[in-house]
């Protein structure tokens, strides 16, 4: 380790787009800030690697929509291509349903999610409920509690036994997209946009340095790390919420602040990219859209970036990801294969390219898409992380007043956080 320590005004810690956006709002502040990043890239659950046809896919976070404002503005500011996500014909749910009977599944999967939002999250009689208890007592059909358990655990990517209603309430009623989430994804990828907004931070960001300790002081603190130690006035974790709790903090974090951290989980995901010839459920007037309803948590869709550069993108979210981590890529590509076979038909055996990037128990993000609360009791821990110890302050996509757990949610919780340093920073300097 080095024995230099270095000065700055400001440490944050993590260059996902909640880091990234916090250190240019500093830039654009005149404050001076040092990222730390562990990884040898940014992003943080947002990633991009070559498939084996040597492209360029996302491997992480990858979709956009007209209503997600910041990501959208960003992604034209740097000049991103949009492609948009096919999605006409049919969908199909598995095991197969007629279409009309696929349509009017996923309504009601879809009503039985508006009927949850429509409680409030203090509602006292839904105290203690977790999100699979309230689900038992619903009087839906089986196969409508199915298809919203498949799109629950598909995009919590945890079991519904273990999410809080009213956390999920909660969260629920912060995406507020009224168009298709999927709408685009870009054809550079994500990550490059992560890249450009790196490029725009110089010298100020470190990557391969991951920050192991942090100390408080009454002179601001101190962040020792894997490539020396750094002294500023002040920290920004932007870091989720399950992997900030594995941080070492000296002093300890006070007790609510630790306890805040502590009830988080991580969800688990499997992301696929299953590449093609040609597209050939357009040719049957399907969407490439998959929910299956005996696996919950499975789901696919159509990612081409055009008709030379078919793809499905195979998601398997929660319980389900548990079980499959364990099978290896030529199990795993064996199952899914076999899953697409049965919904699309025999065409879908003939695969160019089986992309993999396992998420579950990653080392830097504890998973995908984000962390959830587990614990029922836990009523005010975002609250509390959001105030902070300070100087030590927290900011995640998880914590975002809008699409938490997104890339926009990431952008919009990195500009607060900023927002409230320059704040505090302005404060002191005027009481001294």
């Known amino acids: 380790m080095s024995s230099v320590i270095e000065r700055t005004d400001i440490v944050i810690v993590g260059a996902g787009f909640t880091g990234l956006s916090a250190a240019l709002e500093l830039k654009r502040a005149g404050i001076d800030f040092l990222v730390l990043e562990a990884r040898d890239h940014v ?46 014909g049919e969908f199909i749910s598995y095991p197969s349903m007629t279409p009309a009977g696929a349509v009017r599944t996923y309504h009601v999967a879809r009503a039985i999610r508006e009927r949850m939002n429509g409680i409030e999250p203090d509602d006292p009689s839904i105290a203690g409920l977790t999100v699979a208890t309230w689900l038992e007592r619903q009087a839906d059909t089986a196969d409508a509690k199915a298809a919203f358990r498949s799109m629950i655990e598909g995009l919590w990517c945890l079991p519904l036994d273990k999410v809080p209603l009213w956390y999920l309430i909660d969260n629920d009623r912060r995406i507020t997209n009224e168009v298709f989430e999927l709408q685009y994804f870009l ?8 890249d450009d907004l790196a490029a725009d931070l110089g010298d100020r960001l470190r990557l391969g340095e991951a920050a192991t300790r942090i100390e408080r002081g009454r002179q601001g603190i101190r962040v020792v790390s894997t490539g020396g130690v750094v002294e500023a006035g002040a920290a920004l974790v932007a870091l989720p919420p399950a992997t900030a709790a594995k941080l070492d903090f000296a002093p300890s974090l006070p007790s609510e602040l630790a306890s805040a951290l502590g009830v988080w989980e991580s969800g688990a995901v499997i992301k696929i990219l299953v590449r093609y010839a040609r597209p050939f459920w357009r040719e049957r007037t399907l969407s490439g859209m998959v929910m299956w309803r005996d696996q919950p948590g499975l789901f696919a869709c159509d990612a081409s970036t055009d008709a030379d550069h078919a793809a499905l993108a195979v998601f398997v ?66 609250r509390v992380i959001l105030a902070g110890a300070p100087p030590v302050h927290f900011a995640c996509s998880e914590l975002s007043p809008s699409f938490p757990g997104y890339v926009e949610g990431a952008i919009v919780a990195g500009r607060i956080a900023a927002g409230k340093i320059q704040s505090a920073i302005a404060t002191s300097a005027s009481g001294s």
């Open 187 to 194: 054809r550079e990828t994500m990550q490059s946009l992560a």
């Open 43 to 88: 992003g943080g659950r947002v990633e991009a690697v070559r498939n084996g046809l040597g492209e360029l896919v996302d491997s992480g976070g990858q979709f956009l929509c007209v209503d997600m404002p910041e990501v959208m503005a960003l992604a034209r500011a740097y000049g991103k291509t949009f492609v948009e996500t096919y999605v006409e």
């Open 317 to 382: 979210g929660g319980p389900l990801a548990l079980r499959w981590h364990p099978l290896g890529e030529t199990t795993l590509r064996a199952e899914i294969i076999a899953r697409l076979v049965q919904a699309l038909g025999p065409r879908a055996a003939d695969v160019v390219d089986f992309s993999v990037r396992d998420w579950t128990h990653d080392r830097w993000s504890g998973g995908a898409y984000s962390d959830l609360i587990v614990d029922v009791t836990a009523r005010h821990a975002e």
